[in-house]
T-cell receptor, first 116, second 114 residues
């Protein structure tokens, strides 16, 4: 199947710093990528939908100035957690759609963010 | 917006028994219902899916049923094996604002006891 690469796998940072997470579709072009947040023992919460060449669409309750999303190319979307605080600690995971078909939704391996 | 509820949150079965996970959705416009399996520390993987024009779909030991009228769908795993132990997520998808939106259920942690 198609491969979605996400980096880093885990990151520990100090409160107040910014952290960038990358999501790459390695063997296909993804016009749409999704970013999720997953708390322990909980479901995947959609944060935003990232479309190549346009502004991301954020879900209700997600601060767009806090979670900056850039989808500058057909194979790369980035999520930047700005001025991170301990409450931002979570597992962040991206996904990408192959060929615009929802049936071809592939997930990245996730990033565990710990803010001290 | 769409709301997807999933039950049970945890499920323990003996190896060889069947497991059933149920989900309900709220938006009748949802037309695609995938199921994902997430093993510990790994990414979710699609295991089976169904579209709204189909009532049932089967793939070896896994089957999914959909009741559009009642707005619920279920995952059935027969002859469970220890490697089936994982967290399973249902999801409902609909087109909104020109793009496809996916809403996940809360997950079911399945434990298959050898």
């Amino acid at each position: 199947g198609a491969v979605v690469s996400q980096h880093p796998s885990w990151v520990i940072c100090k409160s107040g710093t910014s952290v960038k997470i990358e999501c790459r579709s390695l063997d296909f072009q993804a016009t749409t990528m999704f970013w999720y947040r997953q708390f322990p023992k909980q479901s995947l919460m959609l944060m935003a939908t990232s479309n190549e060449g346009s502004k991301a669409t954020y879900e209700q309750g997600v601060e767009k100035d806090k979670f900056l999303i850039n989808h500058a190319s057909l194979t790369l979307s980035t999520l930047t957690v700005t001025s991170a605080h301990p409450e931002d600690s979570s597992f962040y995971i991206c996904s990408a759609i192959l060929g615009g078909r929802i049936e071809k939704l592939f997930f990245g391996s996730g990033t565990q963010l710990s803010v001290l | 917006g769409e709301n997807v509820e999933q039950h049970p949150s945890t499920l323990s079965v003996q190896e060889g028994d069947s497991a059933v996970i149920k989900c309900t959705y709220s938006d009748s416009a949802s037309n695609y219902f995938p199921w994902y399996k997430q093993e510990l520390g790994k990414r979710p993987q699609l295991i089976i899916d169904i579209r709204s024009n189909v009532g049932e779909k089967k793939d070896q030991r896994i089957a999914v049923t959909l009741n559009k009228t009642a707005k619920h769908f279920s995952l059935h795993i027969t002859e469970t094996q220890p490697e089936d132990s994982a967290v399973y997520f249902c999801a409902a998808s609909l087109e909104s604002g020109g793009y496809q939106k996916v809403t996940f259920g809360t997950g079911t942690k399945l434990q298959v006891i050898p």
